[in-house]
């Protein structure tokens, strides 16, 4: 005769087991396929990774032995137990089993479903070659974000720190080293350039995280942000709220909704083959920007031409030359940051 309990055990067990081994399988599977980008990226979905593998062993572990074992125990008792438990008492242990497993069984599968989607489209080997220090450039690897930090002298030949900078956020799930090519010509026409590490890819979850960057640099008194998709999008929300910043640049992005302040200097650069954010979203949004906005329409860019990462789903086929484009955004950001930079007398 089955215990009471020893159905909703048994069914808990074998939910775990699936799961634990999804947990496993997906960790495998991400850090196989992207462990170089997530170790390279915001520490949150490493920690996630190494998270939820481990707690997937554990999961598998307990389930067989909740199968194996499970009923002999309940009839059995325990060493700090060792009378038979009374019907009451198993009806009390499967209850708070039950209470205990669904939030869990909840949390494990959001976290294999969020280790999964966020995997991130990788840089290409141009983009990381462009991170390399030299050439008058230096990159410094943070926790958080990287800096691409040009070398400047002035006419004694000291070193001189950027007054002007950009802070730049990805587009979800795209590798941050990804957008390295123009961002290293933006750097090296003298300008500090600082890539958001985003947490597992999304700027959304930390809308604040271009703050930290203002913060670390009080040398910088002229500040740009601008981001790519909905980075950009993230940027500009940013740019409305603080007062510190005075130019956004709008990489195949739009804000939201309308900005607030109309003294901000705003560069919006889209692709024409762009078809998740198309040409009509950006008219549409035209409306939410000040009207002195400048746009540049690069012909023949999709929505990944403005990072070297590869093809992403549902953007259309690209006819423009990667580089000639990377020129183009470069040129547009230099072309902004130069515009909220004082003119020296």
Do not use: C
């Amino acid at each position: 005769m089955r215990q009471p309990g020893a159905t909703s055990r048994t069914v808990l067990a074998l939910l775990w087991l699936v799961l634990g081994a999804a947990m496993i399988g997906v960790t495998v599977w991400v850090g196989w396929t992207r462990g170089a980008v997530v170790l390279d990226g915001h520490p949150a979905a490493v920690v996630l990774g190494l998270a939820t593998g481990l707690l997937g062993f554990i999961a598998v572990a307990w389930a067989i032995a909740s199968l194996a074992l499970g009923d002999r125990q309940d009839r059995e008792g325990d060493p700090d137990h060792p009378a038979r438990r009374t019907r009451a008492q198993l009806e009390r242990r499967a209850k708070a089993r039950i209470a205990l497993a669904v939030p869990l069984l909840v949390l494990a599968l959001a976290s294999v479903l969020l280790l999964a989607y966020s995997r991130p489209l990788p840089a290409q080997a141009d983009a990381l070659a462009a991170l390399r220090t030299g050439n008058g450039m230096r990159t410094i690897d943070r926790v958080s974000w990287y800096e691409l930090v040009p070398s400047l002298e002035d006419n004694r030949g000291t070193a001189v720190r950027p007054t002007t900078g950009l802070v730049f956020l990805p587009g979800a799930r795209v590798d941050p080293r990804a957008y390295a090519p123009e961002l290293r010509k933006v750097a090296s026409a003298g300008y500090l350039v600082v890539v958001l590490k985003e947490p597992f890819g999304f700027s959304i979850a930390d809308r604040d995280h271009a703050a930290t960057i203002l913060e670390n640099h009080p040398e910088v008194t002229h500040w740009v942000v601008g981001g790519h998709s909905v980075g950009g999008t993230v940027a500009a929300s940013f740019a409305d709220d603080d007062r510190r910043v005075e130019g956004l640049l709008l990489l195949a992005s739009y804000p939201s909704g309308r900005l607030e302040r109309t003294d901000l200097r705003v560069t919006s650069v889209s692709g024409d083959l762009d078809r998740l954010v198309t040409p009509a979203d950006v008219t549409k949004s035209r409306t939410n920007l000040p009207t002195s906005t400048t746009y540049v329409v690069v012909p023949g860019a999709s929505h990944a031409s403005f990072g070297d990462y590869g093809r992403q789903p549902g953007d259309g086929t690209p006819t423009a030359d990667p580089v000639a484009a990377q020129d183009q955004v470069a040129a547009a950001a230099v072309g902004l940051l130069a515009a909220v930079t004082p003119k020296t007398k």
